[in-house]
């Protein structure tokens, strides 16, 4: 019951935040990020997100550079 109530008032904080702004792009660090996003806020927001390699040094598949070029092309839409 408390989980379920926790998960309920971070959706809907979420939901508060990004009606209340012009946040127009979602983008998750991960592809457990975005299992997570689909999960718990797509449907409450309404908007769907673009899952980004992680940034995390457990991420071996991707370098510094690579990420930053990844990551950098992705954000340069929406930070104009």
């Not at 809907?12 to 592809?31: A, M, P």
Request: contains cysteine.
């Amino acid at each position: 019951p408390y989980r379920r109530q926790r998960q309920m008032c971070i959706r809907d904080s979420l939901r508060t935040v990004v009606e209340q702004s012009k946040i127009q792009h979602i983008y998750c660090n991960g592809r457990t990020s975005g299992k997570y996003f689909e999960k718990y806020q797509q449907k409450t927001l309404g908007m769907t997100a673009e899952v980004l390699p992680s940034t995390s040094p457990a991420n071996a598949a991707f370098g510094l550079e690579k990420l930053t070029a990844i990551w950098s092309e992705a954000l340069k839409d929406s930070l104009g």
